[in-house]
């Protein structure tokens, strides 16, 4: 009974470590993944979303249409934004970094002269359950299952819809898209209202475990940023997935073994040896070995 | 007859060169003692990760300085001077506070600096601050142990809140106790002193642990403490993310009582976070806003008034508030801004009897205060219960190793294990 509270410790953890990297990480695979934009108000989106939760959920809505609320707001904080500043950015990768980290710096200094440093959270639902002598928290295994739920969500919507594959499209060729009468202004502001929209969610959904701060994003965006570029933009979905599992698994194993100091620097140094090897990220990789076997097995 | 003309010219010349001299060295040197007020230069995190914390000290500063301008200023070189309070944005980053120091003591002429959270950023701001002969307050609760000639410290030391807090913890609760914290300074010195308390109230330490800035996932550790299974736990955490830390635990269901010398009475944390996160949180302020003391009543209605967004009366608003009446006291009595006759007006033991906390007397050989704390606990409502006064504890530590600052100020910090008394707790560590 020891030995199984210990491994479901290990897996638990693992599982809590890969959820707060893929929610971190949700919005920016399709912002930077895939448009290329450097969003360094990523955070301050998912901050967006925590406020509205907290707010929606204290005018007494329950908490996951508060979430699904902060969603909307925070896609369509991500609308304008795209219509008023980003869209003149598209290609210039310095510029909308730089822009950006900007926009970052006025939301989250707006949103402490407006609403003061800190507002009150919301209780963690669920409680926990035990297992032998440690109890582990129910929520915590909520947001790891609701962080699969939202990359199934993204490959679907990418891979079966008309929205998606116009805008796989705009993103491979804008030109080539509008000249075959996709409305590429359209697509461009509703992928990138689409990440926002996946951040407003991740922001609300840590809403009910956080500090709710003007300063909350601070904390998510460099790790969603090292998330997404470990996992490369060949392959977003595969990329991410196979770049949580070694970057959580680097950092769970070191944790436990030395201390969490460690671990995090562990996952740092993980990030580090990935991209030395694989400069283009993982899904780089993966994508040109399965190109390398299906022409070798196109030679049989 | 050319020398001749030119000979006057350049005598003239020298003349005048040398009569401007003198004149604005005269101008300088009197608009350097003749300044038209007090200029009292404050550095806070008024943004950034411990802006929630460092806000309310502000909030004290602003008091202090109204009540003193409002009674008409401070008589010093024979005429009644105002208090220029001048703010800065440290935006919780340890290089923002040399920076504006440098910015407090050249451009402002500060005669006194008030600065920092953070035990790091003490360090950046007060190494500049003294460097350059300038008075220098920290107003937070803090490690305790700085014997310096400049530097004064108007919130509690560990004497004040470690040792009777973790005594009290291990009669109420058992002697097995686990420590984690920050990793700095100041986490670390609070560790020195929880070790420290454990060796003279028969406590052990069963594990300690140091984390960075910034972490919020703590699985790891809450399964560690359950393992370790601990009559209480230590807590030094620190800043907004750190502090994720209870409504974790408290989903993951760690409930062991906990104490806690920055949680609740920085951070206000039962007004942060939804209840029942921080239930069994016990505390040992030297002020916060629930103190049953008849100042303290008065002191947060007064702040109200003036800041009616304020969360919570913090310990740090109470002790900005001390800083800025102790100097107005100071300054009083020395009847000049001169930096040495000012510090020979704090050293005379300068008393607030209105601080908030209680009467308030700053020690001119520990250039530390002697004043009350009081212990509270969260409850599952997150109201604060009010469990004893600890009592009006003098800070004893510089002096039982013979450091008298009123003679000689050591120019450094001490720690627990400076103290040959204590050095037994720290074998094998």
Redesign the interface.
Known sequence: MEEFALIF?YI??YL??IG?LILAASGLIIIFGMMGVINMAHGELMMIGAYITAFTYYAGVPAPIAILLAGVGAGIAGIILERLVIRFFYKQLLSSLVVTWGLSLMF??GF?LIF?????????P???F?ID????????LVLFGISMAMIAGVWAVFTFTRFGTHARATMEDPEMADALGVNTRHVYALTFGLGSALGGIAGGMFA?????????G??YTPLAFITVVVGGGANVITGLLASVLALAGSQ?LV??LV???V??LGMMGTALIILLVLPRGISEYLERRKIRTERASGRE | MRRGIFKPKIATFAYTLFAALILSALIGVNSAEAKEDIVLCTIDDLSGDFSIMATPKTYGYRLAVKEVNDAGGIMVDGEMKMINLITYDGQSQVKRYQELSQRCIFDDEADVVMAAYTGAEREAARREVVRNKVIFWHNNQGEGGIADHYSFFSGPTPEQQVLPGIKWMIENFGPRLIYIGADYNFCRAIGAWTRTAAGLYGGSVEFEEYFPFGVSQWQATISKIQKVGPDFQVHCLVGAEQVQFYPQAQAGGLSTPTWSNVTIADGYEHKRFAAPTLANMHVTPGYIEDVPHANSKAFVEKLRAMFPEMIYANEHAGYGYVAVKAMAGAWAKAGTTETEAVIAALESDIEVPEAPGGPWIMRGDQHHGAMNSYLFRVNDDHSLSFIEDLGFTEPTFLRNIGVNMREKAPGRQFLPPDNPEWAGFFEGN
């Open positions: 410790g638990y953890q809590d470590n707060f989250s200094q402490l003061g440093p800190s507002i009150l959270n919301i209780p963690t669920f409680g926990n035990p002598e440690q109890t582990f928290g129910i929520y915590r009910l475990t956080a500090t709710i701060s003007p300063f909350f601070i904390n769970t944790n436990n201390n969490v100091y671990g995090y």
